[in-house]
């Protein structure tokens, strides 16, 4: 079962395989010496190539993912950065929207590994759809959004001193971010992808 009942297109798996390029090795010991379905089978290597096979492994063909090693690839997803802060009704009335932003494989998969069963029953439901969402453009998308956090749109472009505090903390993060970035490129719906990914074994 891995992560889906159905059988994950091959976007889908590619942004799988972004995901766990950025599990660190750090998170990838930790699962190994407290996840037992990542330890199975007598499997003990510490070294970190080995280690995100393993991962890979379980993503695509183990059992249904434990709630750890869920919440582990999660983090490096929509789901954590963004979706886990809509509720479940919002993201699901919005969600051909955001297929159409961030591409139906990434909004996918950022659903698939939501902390919220709910959202991961109804991003099953997605995946068995053809086509997964409803087609729209992406001028109607942004504006379908805009109207649906309009609030918050408002409150963030008319209050200076909040204007002003998020200058400062993009500046901050903007820097951090460069110190720390990897390669990457744009794909063909922007998202930042890096420049090689691997193959699921």
């Known amino acids: 079962m891995s992560i889906c009942k159905t059988q994950l297109t091959e976007p889908c798996k590619k942004e799988l395989l972004r995901i766990i390029s950025y599990v660190s090795d750090k998170e990838l010991i930790t699962l190994l010496k407290t996840e037992p379905t990542f330890s199975a089978g007598g499997f003990r290597s510490q070294k970190p190539a080995l280690l995100r096979k393993r991962l890979e492994q379980l993503v695509f063909g183990g059992p249904e993912l434990s709630r750890q090693i869920r919440t582990v690839l999660s983090a490096h997803s929509r789901s954590a950065s963004l979706f886990t802060h809509l509720s479940t009704e919002t993201l699901t009335s919005t969600s051909s929207a955001?297929?159409?932003?961030?591409?139906?494989?990434?909004?996918?998969?950022?659903?698939l590994l939501d902390p919220r069963q709910p959202v991961r029953q109804q991003a099953e439901k997605w995946m068995e759809r053809t086509p997964h969402f409803l087609q729209t453009e992406p001028d109607k998308a942004i504006t379908e959004l805009s109207e649906t956090f309009e609030d918050i749109r408002e409150i963030l472009s008319i209050n200076p001193l909040l204007q002003k505090r998020v200058g400062t903390s993009r500046k901050r993060s903007s820097t951090s971010a460069l110190k720390h970035s990897r390669p990457r490129t744009a794909d063909s719906k922007g998202w930042m992808t890096k420049t090689t990914v691997p193959t699921p074994s």
């Open 98 to 111: 955001w297929a159409t932003i961030l591409g139906d494989h990434v909004f996918l998969i950022a659903a």
